[in-house]
């Protein structure tokens, strides 16, 4: 009886394992589809990119955002500060629109509340928990060893041995935890995002911002999958917290 059910969880694991990675495969490709898609669609409004966000900054920040450069392919928000490429800023793509809208998002949870501060406070605690993981674990698996093996054979090596690898396993859960928080903060900055989009842009444009930013969460649950899975060594290397 048992070893069916052995065999039964070994086989539910595994189709969950092959799930999780084509799930892990599909996503960035169908990402980089939308988003090449969107980018050789011009808004029917004739806005840049910067225009926009110029125009949204009066409108919902009373100007109070700062538009800065960045390299390319490194738009991002933080501080106030809204951090555009030349390529972006000139573009009147709807990606372009699509990914600064998202980036508005974030401002508009920044001024908001403190979600998006205690969030990031949060990932910087994580940075630090995540240097003690792998010493931590290794730790308390040699020790563990030592005293099945009666190399050490107290009590109290058990309970340090199980104590350091408790101490992992919680920082595993706090990275998880943080993945997972993440994902919610990008999808309300996305409701944000197409929000901002329907002043300006008619449906079929919208529907594909839409398809663009959920292809882009997509890749943030692969990023919790493989956090998952990173047990397994099925899945690329990636890192707790980033």
């Known amino acids: 009886?048992?070893?069916?059910?052995?065999?039964?969880?070994?086989?539910?694991?595994?189709l969950l394992l092959c799930f999780a990675l084509a799930v892990s495969n599909f996503s960035y490709q169908n990402h980089f589809e939308k988003l090449k898609n969107c980018q050789e669609k011009r808004n029917t409004?004739?806005?840049?990119?910067?225009?926009?966000v110029q125009t949204l900054n009066n409108q919902y920040f009373n100007?109070?955002?700062?538009?800065?450069?960045?390299?390319?392919y490194q738009d991002h928000y933080g501080g106030g500060v809204v951090a555009l490429s030349d390529k972006t800023m000139q573009s009147n793509s709807l990606a372009s629109l699509a990914i600064v809208s998202h980036e508005l998002g974030h401002a508009r949870q920044d001024v908001s509340s403190d979600k998006l501060k205690k969030h990031w406070q949060m990932l910087r605690a994580g940075r630090v928990c995540g240097l003690f993981f792998m010493p931590l674990l290794l730790a308390g698996l040699v020790i563990l060893l030592l005293y099945v093996f009666e190399v050490l054979p107290?009590?109290?090596?058990?309970?340090?041995?199980?104590?350091?690898?408790?101490?992992?396993?919680?920082?595993?859960?706090?990275a998880v935890l943080l993945k997972y928080k993440e994902i919610q903060i990008e999808k309300e900055a996305s409701?944000?995002?197409?929000?901002?989009?329907?002043?300006?842009l008619i449906e079929p444009e919208i529907v594909l911002c839409q398809e663009l930013l959920k292809s882009a969460l997509l890749t943030y649950w692969v990023q919790l999958i493989r956090t998952l899975?990173?047990?397994?060594?099925?899945t690329n290397k990636t890192k707790m917290f980033r």
Do not use: D, N
């Open 63 to 72: 100007g109070r955002l700062r538009v800065a450069k960045c390299p390319e």
């Open 229 to 234: 899975l990173s047990w397994t060594m099925l």
């Open 45 to 52: 409004a004739g806005l840049t990119t910067l225009q926009y």
């Open 191 to 200: 409701e944000f995002a197409i929000e901002y989009l329907r002043q300006f």
């Open 1 to 14: 009886m048992w070893t069916y059910i052995i065999i039964g969880l070994i086989i539910v694991v595994a």
């Open 154 to 174: 107290e009590l109290l090596f058990l309970i340090l041995g199980l104590a350091l690898v408790g101490g992992s396993v919680l920082i595993f859960a706090f």
